[in-house]
């Protein structure tokens, strides 16, 4: 679905969250995307439903200018 909807880009952050409705009951679950690709076991996949909304907020962001070579905006890793 991220892929459909144009992918999380360089300005997304590693998590989505996934919000939605399973056996009449609210779920909310933050998926690490990094984490869950290099681990590729498939254990903590959900299928997605009609009425899911994954959220993908952009990744904090720096910023390097002035008299330097290169001057460009680069993602946190947040640590």
């Known amino acids: 679905m991220l892929a459909t909807a144009g992918g999380v880009a360089s300005t997304g952050a590693d998590t989505v969250v996934l919000m939605g409705t399973r056996d009449g009951k609210a779920i909310r679950r933050e998926i690490d995307i990094p984490r869950a690709f290099l681990?590729?076991?498939?254990a903590g996949d959900m299928l997605l439903t009609g009425g899911d909304v994954l959220y993908v907020t952009r990744a904090p962001m720096f910023y390097i200018y002035g008299e330097v070579q290169r001057p460009a905006r680069f993602a946190s890793s947040g640590t």
């Open 39 to 42: 681990k590729g076991d498939g």
